[in-house]
Each structure stands twice: as structure tokens, then as C-alpha cells.
């Protein structure tokens, strides 16, 4: 039997898109001095590392950050937060112990330690140690940020910056007291300028003899000090060790597209080319995320569960690697989705997938759905199930401005071949009529299905109007 279809009418799916965000003192350094021994040849012993001091009023919900803790051999790790020391009468107690930035309520006056120790599956790191300290009176003391490590050729003029440093009470004025721990024998460190304040956010200083000139900060917003910080700077005048910077932390939802950034790692050398490997360091339970492009300066990969995912970047200029650098990716849950069968109808030379999706978001726009609609739509290339997010929450038709009328509980209730009413409102809200059938070349399950012309692509993927070819399409809200 031939069957021919001349209108095509999408139903669209909903996906909300990620925000970028970044914040620069939930990302602690990973120093060189946070290796341990190794325990086989074959595996190293994880490293943990629970993140920066804090200071703030008491009250507040604190949230810790183990995003820096990194595996040798790239293993995934878990993560067990437990408190070694409380102010007296508090009742602090962990939320998500077992997660990269478990929570609590500071509710008295004083220090809170933490420990932190991290397992790569085969052993456990040595603890960690991260303090907090609230205060109920007018001012909390700052937090000092001495900036990332830097690897320079001998003779570069350096520049510190603190300007990372905090203070939880707004619209205080910090001072900044640099200094120097060590240096290299015979370094002088001097400033290249006329005045040179070492009371500035910024410092400079020519680092004019090979080795390591280690650094401390303090802030001090006008009546306390924070506890200093560190930075180590490495001057070298063969080749220096690249830089690695995995990107600022990212908020993203859930089954979207996660891109990773890598472009700002650095090499002091002129003319070195990097190349980059990045890998997975945790991520949530259950979750099969893959990094797409591992070895790319932006890879990417699916968030397929909602939760916390932790990846680091390693760069080599082909002679030598940069210690790890590590990003966060907090995923929010997932939410419900809407769905709808577009008003207009439409031949089969659709633009190919990316046509017809741009089409289902022009007809979501057009009356004020908010999110990102794709076509449910599958080529000889790509199903529909492979393009679209798996959705835990239920999808729901448009009606009006209104979620109502579950089509489906979740995923796998909409792909099993039983819809509860059936998609039938178009985007406006309104019953699409009279009834008209649809060609996807999707089955019930999403997958690809080329009927009635098993050796020919449908409507040439959906490029062309060719009568002999199936020109009808569905889209989803995803």
C-alpha cells in the first residue's frame, strides 16, 4: 500500500536551557603541595581538599565545596564530610554528607571544622580539614584569596591578585597586606615601578631567579584580619609548566547540553601549542554522563541526572603538565514538560532536524511559551529518543497559558504506546482540526522508523517535498 502525506504538524517539546555563573572563591587551587605517596604503580591515593576558610554571620546556611578534590589515575570519587569540632550547644548537623557540597545551619557563635575525606572506589585520601567561623555580632572577618599558582619564565614581571578576597558584610573596605614566605637564593623580588604598594589588590614584582617564590596575603576590613592565604609563582628559564583552567561554575538544567570551557588555561612559553584531557572526578549517583570530545579545549557532555558533577582539566605543552584544575556543574531537578501539536502545517522540506526545530520554537515564541521546543521528528541519522531529554517529570498538552491534561507521567509512560489523552491542543491551546495523521519516521519508543520506503530516508531526511516521500512531522516540548 502507498501512502503519501502532504501536511506535516509537529508537536513540539520543552527543554529550559542552561545559565552560566561563576564564582571564582567556590573554586579553591589545587597546590602542589596537596600530593600524597603513591600507593601502588597502578593507583594513587585520591586527594581531598574541603575548600576555603569562610567567615559569616551566624545563621547562615553554609555551603561547602569539595570540588577540588582530584584522583591521580582519574578514578571516579565519593565523598564523606563528617564535623570534628562544633560551639558549644550548636546542633549542626550535615545535609548531603556524601555529596561534593553538603550544607548546614550556622547556628552559634564560633569555629566549625569539617573533614573531608574522598575514595576512589579502592582507598581513601587522608582527611582534609576546612574551618568556618560565624559571629553574631556587627562584623565577620574577611576571607583572603592570594589568586591561582603561575608558572612564568625567569625574568617575567608578575602580578598578584587578591582581588578573589571577601567579606561577607557588605559594603566593608578591605586593605591588602602582601608579603613574601620564601624565594628563591638571591631573588631580590623587587617592583619594576616607581611605588609599589604592597597594600594594593594587585602586586608586582619581577621574578628574576628560576625557583619558587611563594607569597601570603592578608585582608583586613578595618577592624579584623583574615587568616592569611598563599600563592606559590615558579620561574624557570628552560620551559615552564602550563596552567590549567577549568572554567567558572556552571548551573545547568537538567538533560541539557553541558559545555566545558578550557580556553583560558595559559603557558608562559611563547608558542607552545596545549593539549587537554579532561575527566570526570565525580558525579551523581546512577548518572552514565560521557564527555564528548575529552581531549578537546570544549568538550561536552549530557546532564542525565540531577545533582552535583565535578570534572577536572589537565593541559601539556608536550614536555610538561599542568597540576589539575577542577569545575563544578550543579544540575537543578527536573522539571515538568509541556507539549503541543503546531497550528501550522508544513511540507517535508523542513530545513533537516534543525529546521524543524527552529520551526516548533518560532510557533512556541509566537504566543509566549517561555523554554526551548524541539520537533519529535527522527532522521536515518538521529531517533527521536537519541535527540530528545528523558524526562522523570510528567508532560503535560498546552492549554492556554496553563500545564494541564497529563499526555504522559514521564518518559517512559509517553514512549510505551498509550498516550492519556492523546496530544491534540496546538500551541494556542486550542483542539487541532479536523484530525490529520502525522509521519515522524519515529515509533512509539522514539526510535527511527523508515516506513513505507525502508531504503530511502524520509522526505530525503527532511530536506526535500517530494511527493513520493512521507511529509509529516510531530514535535515535543523538551
Known sequence: MNVRFFGLLFICLFFITACGGSDSNNLPMVSAENNLPMVSAENNLPVANA???QNLPTGTTVRLDG??????????ISYSWSFIALPGDSSAALSGPTTVNPTFTADKDGAYVLNLVVNDGTVASAAASVTITAASDDNSAPVADAGTIQNVATGTLVTLDGSGSSDADT???LDYEWSFVSQPTDSAGICPYPI???TDVTWPFIADNEGAYVLRLVVNDGALSSVPAYVTITAASGNSAPVADAGTIQNAAFGTLVTLDGSRSSDAD???LLTYAWAFVSKPTDSIAAISGPTTVNPTFTA???GAYVLSLVVNDEVLSSIPNSVFILVAPPTTKRVFVTSTVYQGDLGGLDGADAKCQARAEAVGLSGHFKAWLSSSTLSAADRLIHNPKSYFAVYGSYRQYVVASNWNDLTDGSLKPGITWNEKGNINGPWAKTWTATDNSGAFLNYPSPSK????DWTSNKSSSPQSLIGWQD
Open 51 to 53: 575548600g576555603k576558610v
Open 67 to 76: 570540588s577540588a578534590s582530584l584522583d591521580d589515575n582519574s578514578d571516579l
Open 171 to 173: 559594603g566593608n573596605w
Open 196 to 198: 609599589c604598594a604592597i
Open 270 to 272: 611563547a608558542g607552545d
Open 304 to 306: 542525565d541526572k540531577e
Open 457 to 460: 530516508p524520509p522526505c530525503d
